[in-house]
């Protein structure tokens, strides 16, 4: 063996040395027993604890540590697999395009930082297991950040790079009786890191498992599946292709549930081809996730076991046809999110509970598609795709953002880029793409390869592109950046593009239609987001072209932190004195970091998502089902009727609906009669349980809403005192007594069985906490006026005196209310005003108008309304509107109707950081309570409502939840509309103008309150 040279890590075109070459990722055991048992007696796991030497870069290391002569048993202690970011050496770093070292170190593309380079010595002591002995042993590292060294008793065994797939190296004649020393070093950053500027945080280690493992004499080294339909998709070639070590015989099983279905027997010497007919297979599918059971028995000349290989089987066809991809000879839809492996505890060390949990969300929820951005994932994902019924765009390890997002690159000099056409940076891409590709090639769930992410163009990518081709014509390749640059345009099968809006893409489809589009990352979904993102489910009905998206992304990329105070909390990017750093741009999921639980968002994303669309109207509802394969009858169906929230009845109705066809149905409801307001809700459901739902869990639904008119009462008005002073003005019920102060101009008291229920003057609202999107957007600058229109607008007007001047309230008093309107002048440029007007009835009731005429040049507003605020002890919600997560006027496809019940504090979305949420659409009355039940009632034609501990102003204080203040009170807005979210991106896309308040004439917004 030849002697480890640091320098070389400096060298792209020196990526591996002596590793054992990429093969497949299936399992193999002794006996039958072993297998049904998944004892492994191949395998040895080394996970646990390491000896660990921590340096900030190579000159600060231990030289000659690997020896056997130097101990190492007295260094610290680690866990493997972990990031040593994660085990208090170093800090994790979050960066997004910018380079880790930027700002730190000057180097060029293909140096590496010297002065801080994090560097780990890992030692691991151990004797061969006695079963392993006398066999050739092997040492499997499946991710180690980003490049390792390994020795076992002083000599060098090799060198890999490329973090995200296995690194191995056979150590058979390096071992000695008794006690063996395993070591490795591990840089975080070696030239391959130039294509690995993913926008993740940046960690380094050994992070995946470590394991030993033997080979029989007789051995498949190497398992290719393929799955090869006719054009009728009822016939099949099934297509074993082995690569063997040592010559013998094979037996060849397809099962389907345990039971033979038919077999083959052959000699496997070298490379070894068997074929399988196969008669009317059930197809795989993310609707119908069906697999078969392969097995191979292999067995010496002699006859004796050698090895039992279990491989599981889809039987699927992906392909282009007539520019448009197909599965099965169907058009597929990717609804689809990019997943980053990511944990709040471990980082890239991701459970298989986790894991688990990830992939029941996205089935739950209709997604039917992963992209693993921007690098391969562990193999556990791969499994456990193709059991739950997931298509995956498996990509590459390789992204390269910070050399393509320059100035240079922008005025056409790509001379700084990597990849690009540089021949040094040809053969250790084209290694990643091989090392992928060998690993992950048998399972059916990828249908796609992807080259990588955000590096530009260049013949190296194209190369990437045409090796795939070249290993695998039964699926496709995507490539994003050729879009920038075009010299290589069939890199990609499809076009593929990030954040561009609906109307983009119909403009690129109406003149160019040569490939298929997919949008590879949209609806960004950071903090309060996802606005409008029906708008892309309904352009893949109307345009054939257009196959859907991947949302970015599905997990706030949040790691567990403590305050000074010891309280825990989701940190990005800064909190971890990280420099440079992206802040809280790590987050953009669909569901929190931390416990994963779904965020408010994943509501629109499911109902998005769904695969049957139910247009109800009153007696009869129109069903298109959008499945490929699957029957509508293959789920319950219910019809639920409700009435202002209560529901009256609950049917069933047998339906069915062939897949990609619709149907009109009479619905087993009568049309009500009797006043009040109706809901119908058309609900699928599952049949029975699954591996990601259990029965009953809903699948896909429609509401109809419709109003039965009751006629016109006359009812006496109840009577009222009104009391007159100089400076207040007072009106007195029954079981009520309000006071309105001209001196602090608005309503001051409201009292209800005696006891006050406002703690300050309600004011007019114009402004919402700024959310990501908004940020991104410079809505804060664009709409400034609006902030301070909200904070200090006044009922005087400034004359230059010491004492201002007041806008009197206008009092007038009818029979059936008093009536006091007041005018508010807004310190904005050009000056503005607004009137308010309280009409206060005997009941308690006070009806309350809110009146703007708009003013030109100050455009539109973030939100019209009021809020009041309320003594924190009343913290229950209870609404009759659209639920049950919080709503947007851009966001509410996904609500239903009905009556739904929270704590204020549930209203407070777990975004990173805090900014406007817990909003409601379509509110007809709510109530805020405290735990007697008393409390106020708001009610509104549809109106807008939230309740939640604090104030806009307060939440945009706050970067962090522990930054808010203590809670005093619960703050209720009630408006005619808030602006939409938006959320086609969060750097500079604004919300759609359709969901913006207009304001081509006067704004009136009517609601009442009242005590309960």
Not at 64 to 75: A, I, L, Q, R
Not at 443 to 465: D, Q, R, T, Y
Not at 749 to 764: A, F, Q, T
Not at 903 to 912: Q, S
Request: net charge negative; glycine share 8%; charged share 25%.
């Amino acid at each position: 063996m030849g002697v480890f040279q640091y320098e070389k890590v400096k060298d792209p075109t020196y990526y591996g040395e002596n590793r054992v070459a990429a093969h497949s990722d299936h399992r193999y055991y002794g006996s039958v027993e072993e297998m049904e048992q998944h004892v492994e007696n191949f395998r040895h796991s080394l996970n646990g604890l390491w000896k660990f030497h921590y340096a900030k870069n190579y000159e600060s290391t231990i030289p000659g540590f690997e020896t056997p002569e130097y101990d190492c048993t007295k260094w610290d202690d680690i866990r493997v697999p972990a990031h040593i970011q994660m085990e208090g050496y170093d800090a994790p770093q979050y960066a997004n395009v910018q380079y880790p070292w930027e700002g730190r170190e000057e180097i060029q593309p293909g140096e590496i930082p010297e002065r801080f380079n994090p560097t780990a010595s890992y030692v691991k002591y151990f004797e061969v297991p006695e079963q392993m002995k006398g066999k050739r042993l092997f040492v499997s590292f499946q991710g180690a950040e980003s490049g390792i060294a390994v020795w076992l008793n002083g000599t060098f065994l090799g060198y890999s790079e490329d973090t995200f797939t296995p690194s191995e190296f056979e150590l058979t004649p390096y071992l000695k009786e008794g006690e063996n020393k395993l070591a490795a070093q591990v840089f975080k950053w070696t030239s391959g890191s130039w294509c690995e500027d993913q926008d993740f945080f940046r960690f380094s280690g050994i992070y995946r498992d470590v394991y030993l493992y033997t080979i029989p004499e007789v051995h498949v080294s190497d398992l290719k599946v393929q799955t090869l339909l006719d054009d009728t998709f009822t016939k099949a070639d099934l297509v074993i292709d082995t690569k063997m070590i040592g010559t013998g015989k094979v037996k060849i099983t397809l099962l389907k549930d345990g039971t033979a279905l038919q077999s083959t027997e052959g000699v496997l010497d070298g490379e070894t081809q068997f074929v399988l007919k196969v008669d009317h297979p059930e197809l795989w599918s993310a609707e119908t996730p069906v697999l078969y059971d392969l097995l191979l028995e292999v067995t010496a000349e002699d006859g004796t076991v050698q090895e039992l290989i279990p491989q599981r089987v889809g039987f699927r066809r992906f392909e282009m046809k007539d520019h448009i991809m197909m599965l099965n000879g169907k058009r597929v839809v990717f609804k689809g999110v990019n997943r980053h492996e990511f944990s709040s505890v471990s980082g890239r060390v991701v459970s298989r509970e986790e894991l688990i949990k990830d992939l029941t969300t996205m089935k739950q929820n209709n997604i039917n598609a992963i992209r693993t951005c921007h690098y391969p994932d562990a193999v556990g994902i791969y499994d456990l795709c193709d059991e739950y019924g997931l298509y995956m765009i498996a990509e590459c390890n390789m992204e390269s953002h910070g050399t393509r997002d320059t100035d240079a690159v922008r005025s056409g000099d790509f001379s700084g880029v990597v990849p690009c056409d540089r021949p040094e940076w040809m053969d250790c891409m084209l290694d990643r793409v091989n090392s992928m590709y060998q690993r992950d090639k048998n399972h059916p769930a990828i249908l796609i390869w992807s080259c990588g992410n955000e590096s530009f163009g260049g013949k190296v990518i194209f190369e990437m592109s045409q090796l795939y081709r070249k290993m695998d014509p039964t699926r496709l390749v995507h490539y994003e950046g050729v879009n920038d640059d075009r010299r290589y345009n069939d890199t990609s099968d499809m076009e593929s593009r990030m954040y561009t809006t609906v109307n983009e893409i119909r403009e690129f489809l109406s003149k160019d239609r040569r490939k298929p589009y997919v949008c590879c990352e949209y609806a960004h979904a950071m903090g309060n987001s996802c606005g409008a993102m029906k708008k892309y489910m309904d352009l893949a009905e109307e345009e054939p072209l257009f196959q859907g998206g991947f949302i970015w992304d599905y997990i706030d990329q949040s790691i567990y932190k403590k305050d000074r105070y010891g309280k825990e909390f989701q940190a990005y990017g800064g909190d971890f004195d990280d420099h440079p750093c992206d802040y809280n741009f790590s987050g953009n999921g669909i569901v929190y970091g931390g416990e994963r639980d779904a965020s408010p968002k994943m509501q629109e994303v499911k109902f998005c998502y769904q695969n049957i669309a139910v247009d109800v109207q009153k007696d009869k509802a129109v069903v298109k089902n959008k499945n490929l394969f699957v029957n509508t009858d293959a789920f319950d169906c219910v019809v639920i009727l409700e009435k202002e929230g209560k529901k009256l009845k609950e049917v069933p109705m047998e339906i069915s609906v062939e897949p990609l066809s619709e149907k009109t149905v009479e619905l087993p409801i009568a049309v009500q009669t009797l006043p009040g307001e109706y809901a119908v809700t058309v609900s699928f459901r599952l049949k029975e349980d699954t591996i990601w739902g259990k029965r009953g869990h809903e699948v896909a639904f429609g509401q109809g809403v419709y109003e039965v008119e009751a006629p016109a009462k006359a009812e006496k008005p109840a009577k009222f005192e009104v009391i007159r002073s100089n400076h207040d003005f007072g009106v007195r019920g029954e079981n009520f007594d309000v006071m309105f102060s001209d001196l602090n101009g608005g309503l001051v008291s409201y009292r209800y069985g005696g006891v006050e229920m406002i703690k300050m003057i309600p004011k007019p609202n114009f402004w919402r906490a700024p959310i990501d999107n908004d940020c991104g957007s410079l809505m804060p600058m664009r709409y400034s006026q609006w902030k301070i229109a909200s904070m200090y607008l006044s009922h005087k007007y400034p004359n230059g005196s010491h004492y201002p001047g007041l806008y009197a309230p206008e009092i007038e008093v009818h029979e059936d209310c008093a009536e006091v309107s007041y005018r508010y002048v807004m310190p904005t440029t050009p000056a503005s005003e607004c009137r308010l007007t309280y009409r206060v009835f005997g009941d308690g009731s006070i009806q309350t108008t809110l009146t703007y005429d708009p003013v030109k040049e100050l455009g539109d507003m973030p939100e019209f309304g009021m809020m009041f605020k309320l003594d924190a002890d009343y913290d229950n919600v209870t609404w009759y509107g659209m639920g049950p997560e919080e709503t947007y006027v851009d966001r509410c496809a996904g609500a239903k109707l009905g009556v739904y019940k929270n704590k204020v504090e549930d209203n407070m979305a777990k975004y990173l950081v805090p900014q406007e949420c817990g909003n409601k659409v379509g509110v007809r009355w709510a109530t805020v309570t405290n735990r007697k039940g008393r409390g106020m009632m708001f009610s509104g034609d549809k109106m807008e409502f939230s309740a939640l501990p604090y104030t806009p102003h307060e939440l945009e204080n706050a970067m962090h939840p522990y930054e808010l203040p203590q809670v005093h009170y619960t703050v209720v807005r009630v408006a005619k509309q808030q602006m939409g979210v938006g959320g086609d991106d969060s750097w500079g896309a604004q919300t759609h103008p359709e969901y913006l308040i207009p304001i081509d004439k006067k704004l009136e917004f009517t609601f009442t309150f009242k005590g309960i």
